[in-house]
């Protein structure tokens, strides 16, 4: 079994920053994609950055320039830099993993974390 355990949410005013960090924890062998994804209220759950095991990203639109995603392969642990934040990145921010897990047998599977809270006052 795996786990991913996000930290780094919080409450801050419109231009400020924050810093998220997603933790996997568990039978890993391998995690290929990771990725960042935010779901605000009576909205559908988006992407808005993925990483992959070599390093690559991708971003969504309206947050090119502003975020930064990054990974420790070493720690199994990715971030994402949010800076210049706006009041429409309030949302829960979750994380994904598309995982090789360990063990007897080894099989691919796709993880979330429980979500952390970013809220952006104007």
């Known amino acids: 079994q795996v786990q991913l355990v996000e930290s780094g949410g919080g409450l801050v005013q419109a231009g400020g920053s924050l810093r998220l960090s997603c933790a996997a924890s568990?039978?890993?062998?391998?995690?290929?994609?990771m990725g960042w994804y935010r779901q605000a209220p009576g909205e559908k759950r988006e992407l808005v950055a993925v990483i992959t095991s070599g390093g690559s990203t991708n971003y969504a639109d309206s947050v090119k320039g502003r975020f930064t995603m990054s990974r420790d392969n070493a720690k199994n642990t990715v971030y994402l830099q949010l800076n210049s934040l706006k009041p429409e990145d309030t949302a829960v921010y979750y994380c994904?993993?598309?995982?090789?897990?360990?063990?007897?047998?080894?099989?691919?599977?796709?993880?979330w974390g429980q979500g952390t809270q970013v809220t952006v006052s104007s």
């Open positions: 568990g039978s890993i062998f391998s995690i290929n994609a």
């Open positions: 994904n993993a598309d995982v090789v897990v360990g063990g007897m047998m080894t099989y691919r599977a796709n993880y």
